[in-house]
C-alpha cells in the first residue's frame, strides 16, 4: 500500500490478509540497530526480548454460538507504543469489519472512526490507541472443522522489518467447539498457552508473521 503525501499509513492484516503494517523507525531504533542488521522479511522470533519498548499489537476475539453460522466474530485490538508521526490510519477491509468504534487513546491529539478506517493526527511517543468491532473471521472448512487465519503481522520500514510484539487471545463461548492446533508451533519466542475456553499466543519476531488456528465442533 502506497502512503499519502505527508501521511503514513499503518495498515493492518488483519484475520484474512487484510493489509499490510507500516511503522517509522525511531532514530533510537536506527542507532542500535545498523542497516546490515535490519531483517529483510524472513520471520525470526526472537527468544530474548528487546530491552527497548516495541510497538505492541494485542487481539482479543471471541468466537460466539453465531461465529459458526456467520464467521463475524468479536474483535478488541489494542495498539501499545505507537511510533511518534504526525499522523496514521489503520485500514480495514470494509466487507470484513463492522461496528468500529474507539476504546481508549493515549497521548494521541485526535483519533476518529472513518468508515473502515481508524484515523489519528499528532501521535506522540509511547502513544495507545484500542479498538472495538467485529470482523469476519472464522472460516468453516467443512466436516465440523473451523479455521481462524491471522496476519501477515510487520513492522516494516522501507525495505527493513524491526522487531514487533503481538498477543492474541481467543474466547471460545461455544460449548461443543474444540481447540485442534496452531501453526506456527510453540518455540522460543512464540508462547502458546491453551484452555478449554480460551487459546492465545504471545509472540516476539521480526519479518512477517502469519498464524492460523483451528478448532473442532464436536466429536474427539
Known amino acids: 500500500m502506497c502512503c499519502p503525501s505527508n501521511k503514513f499509513t499503518f495498515a493492518l492484516l488483519l484475520f484474512l490478509a487484510a493489509a499490510a503494517a507500516w511503522a517509522t523507525p525511531t532514530e533510537e531504533e536506527l542507532f542500535f540497530k545498523s542497516v546490515a542488521d535490519v531483517n529483510e522479511g524472513a520471520l525470526n522470533f526472537l527468544a530474548t526480548p528487546p530491552a527497548r519498548p516495541v510497538h505492541h499489537h494485542q487481539n482479543k476475539i471471541v468466537i460466539t454460538r453465531d461465529s459458526l453460522s456467520s464467521g463475524w466474530v468479536g474483535l478488541e485490538q489494542c495498539h501499545h507504543h505507537l511510533d511518534a508521526v504526525a499522523s496514521l490510519q489503520i485500514v480495514y477491509r470494509p466487507e470484513r469489519i463492522r461496528a468500529l468504534s474507539i476504546l481508549q487513546s493515549k497521548n494521541i491529539g485526535r483519533a476518529w472512526v472513518h468508515e473502515n478506517t481508524v484515523q489519528m493526527e499528532q501521535i506522540a511517543r509511547d502513544a495507545l490507541i484500542c479498538i472495538r ?88
Open 133 to 220: 468491532g467485529e470482523t469476519m473471521a472464522l472460516a468453516n472448512d467443512g466436516e465440523g472443522v473451523y479455521s481462524l487465519a491471522n496476519g501477515p503481522y510487520m513492522r516494516q520500514f522501507l525495505d527493513g522489518f524491526y522487531p514487533m510484539r503481538v498477543s492474541m487471545r481467543v474466547r471460545i463461548e461455544h460449548p461443543g467447539l474444540r481447540f485442534l492446533g496452531l501453526t506456527p508451533p510453540q518455540q522460543p519466542g512464540f508462547n502458546v498457552e491453551v484452555s478449554a475456553t480460551e487459546v492465545g499466543y504471545d509472540a516476539w519476531f521480526e519479518g512477517r508473521l502469519n498464524t492460523l488456528m483451528r478448532f473442532r465442533l464436536g466429536g474427539n
